[in-house]
């Protein structure tokens, strides 16, 4: 067994819905303490949910090569989906057992779809098989992908950090929106039932975002899809500054929940394009702490500005603005490599 594969294949997913399983389980039972209760929840669930998503992500980007901005959006499509159903069906549980048993029965369902990981492999080449399921042609660039650097390497590239910041500038609008625009909503005298609609509309719009576009990037090229899909983001921002009512957020909501979606599809198959896939789970996690960094961020700010300005334009400006300098951050990545640096 190679050094790695350990953390590359079924082990380490199924051990991670171990981790997310006991988490609820743990919660459910400590609910008379809430600093118990607390400690066992942030700390099982939320480490577990951290690591779930790059060992996905990681073995998606080594299966395809052809089809990987599609096969990554497919994948992604799941969280989405999972934010979007997840509360109703608690919701719909709580209503009939106690709170605590329909965590109980999440950790269940949780424990059960790990066994689907027991079918899991890192790469095909332990199957015997190819990615994409074509023998590879011989092409110096495809190898160079598949065998990559490992974290220390991609680190010290520039590219890595102007990628970084890429990742962390585009997540700020997502996060702003999802917090922010059901109280603007409210603040334009929509009813409570319209400003939740627009929050799942978001939702909606980004996992459709993650199912079609991904494809786009396959045809058009991931990272210049992903350029323009970060502009775009720029621009629906500014539309959302001018939007009054029901209907205009609502078109805005879901465009720009799609458009989130077509980034988060594309921002692991350009990161296997440049670093390689040997050790992309590494080199994902390490970016992906932007995306942590502007889930807290974002809507801290933004509710800041909205305390001094007593309005949301320039919160909106800021994810507009933000979105913009993504895209630069893109380009200086791409520029960064073309230019040696990495």
Do not use: K
């Amino acid at each position: 067994m190679r050094r790695g594969r350990l953390f590359q294949g079924w082990y380490i997913v199924g051990a991670v819905h171990v981790l997310l399983a006991l988490g609820f389980v743990a919660s459910s039972l400590l609910s008379s303490s809430l600093v118990l209760f607390l400690g066992a929840f942030c700390i099982l669930v939320g480490l577990g949910v951290g690591l779930v998503y790059v060992p996905a992500v990681s073995t998606i980007a080594r299966w395809f090569v052809l089809w990987r901005s599609s096969a990554s959006g497919i994948a992604l499509a799941g969280t989405g989906l999972g934010t979007l159903l997840g509360p109703v069906v608690a919701g719909a549980l709580m209503e009939h057992p106690s709170w605590q048993l329909t965590m109980q029965v999440y950790a269940a369902a949780i424990a059960l779809t790990g066994l689907a990981a027991a079918v899991l492999r890192g790469r095909p080449e332990e199957l015997g098989l190819h990615p994409d399921g074509v023998p590879p042609s011989g092409d110096p660039a495809a190898g160079q992908s598949a065998q990559g650097m490992d974290l220390a390497q991609a680190a010290r590239q520039a590219r890595f950090w102007w990628y970084f910041a890429a990742i962390f500038l585009g997540s700020i609008g997502l996060f702003l929106a999802l917090i922010h625009i059901n109280p603007l909503a409210r603040q334009q005298g929509l009813s409570v039932a319209q400003a939740n609609g627009l929050i799942g509309l978001i939702g909606v719009g980004n996992v459709l975002g993650r199912l079609a576009l991904g494809r786009l990037g396959d045809r058009m090229g991931a990272l210049r899809f992903l350029l323009v899909l970060t502009v775009s983001l720029a621009v629906l921002c500014g539309l959302w500054a001018m939007a009054r009512g029901f209907v205009a957020l609502s078109g805005f909501a879901l465009v720009f929940g799609a458009a989130n979606g077509g980034c988060i599809a594309l921002y692991p198959a350009v990161a296997a394009t440049w670093f390689g896939t040997r050790n992309l789970g590494a080199i994902l996690g390490a970016l992906y702490v932007a995306v942590g960094i502007a889930a807290v961020a974002g809507g801290s700010l933004a509710g800041w500005l909205f305390d001094v300005w007593g309005g949301y334009t320039p919160s909106i400006l800021l994810a507009g603005g933000s979105a913009a300098l993504s895209a630069l951050a893109v380009w200086r990545a791409e520029c960064a490599g073309r230019d040696g640096r990495g």
